[in-house]
Structure formats: structure tokens, C-alpha cells
């Protein structure tokens, strides 16, 4: 059984530094995107980053300069930094994996975590 599991969230102040952290388990995604995606109250759910390898990552333009992926395939495990947060950041953070198609897209996703809480006060 496949299982992504998010963890890092909480509460920071505005221009304060978070890392998210999803473990994965039951299956390796060497050969697959992993996306990190966030969705505030009433939005859709809207990607930020997917990475493949350091040669093959995106980012929306929200969060260029300010966040970054990564990934160690020895512990299955993707990452999410976060610097310079703003109260607009603010949302519940999800990693997915096993894409086909748009890495852009969440329907591309098969697996999904169940998202941890991002809290950035002004």
C-alpha cells in the first residue's frame, strides 16, 4: 500500500522559514515527478513545485526565488523549503506522486498525502 506522508507545517510569522518534509512508503518514485500542491479555504488546489531530478523541476511563479524541491531518493523522501513566507501562503500543503501528464495539473497525480497546515501570521 502506497502512503505519502506530509509533516513540517505550523504557525510562523511573516519572513520566517518552514520545511516540509513527505515521506513516502509501500513504493520508490525514482522514475517519477513528486509535486508539492497547497489549497486555501475556498480555492482550488494549486500546484507550486514538481521535481524529477535537479534537471527537470518547476516551480509556479508565486514562489520562484523563495522555494525550493528536493528530493532523496535513498529515503523516498521529497522536500519543500520555504523561505520568506507571506500570509498569502497560507494553506494546506499536499505532496503527490505518480504523475502522467501534466506535472502542472493535480488530476496528473495518483497518490496524494493528507496535507499539513500552513499558518503564516502578518
Known amino acids: 500500500q502506497v502512503q505519502l506522508v506530509e509533516s513540517g507545517g505550523g504557525l510562523v510569522q511573516s519572513g520566517a522559514s518552514l520545511r516540509l518534509s513527505c515521506a513516502a512508503s509501500?513504493?520508490?518514485?525514482?522514475?517519477?515527478?513528486m509535486g508539492w500542491f497547497r489549497q486555501a479555504p475556498g480555492k482550488e488546489r494549486e500546484f507550486i513545485a514538481s521535481?524529477?531530478?535537479?534537471?527537470?523541476?518547476y516551480y509556479t511563479d508565486s514562489v520562484k526565488g523563495r522555494f525550493t524541491v528536493s528530493r532523496d531518493i535513498a529515503k523516498n523522501t521529497m522536500y519543500l523549503q520555504m523561505n520568506s513566507l507571506k500570509p498569502e501562503d497560507t494553506a494546506v500543503y499536499y505532496c503527490?506522486?505518480?504523475?502522467?501528464?501534466?506535472?502542472?495539473?493535480?488530476?496528473?497525480?495518483?497518490?496524494w498525502g493528507q496535507g499539513t497546515q500552513v499558518t503564516i501570521s502578518s
Open positions: 503527490a506522486a505518480g504523475a502522467s501528464g501534466s506535472v502542472y495539473s493535480p488530476r496528473a497525480y495518483k497518490y
Open positions: 509501500g513504493r520508490t518514485f525514482s522514475s517519477d515527478f
Open positions: 521535481t524529477l531530478n535537479s534537471a527537470n523541476t
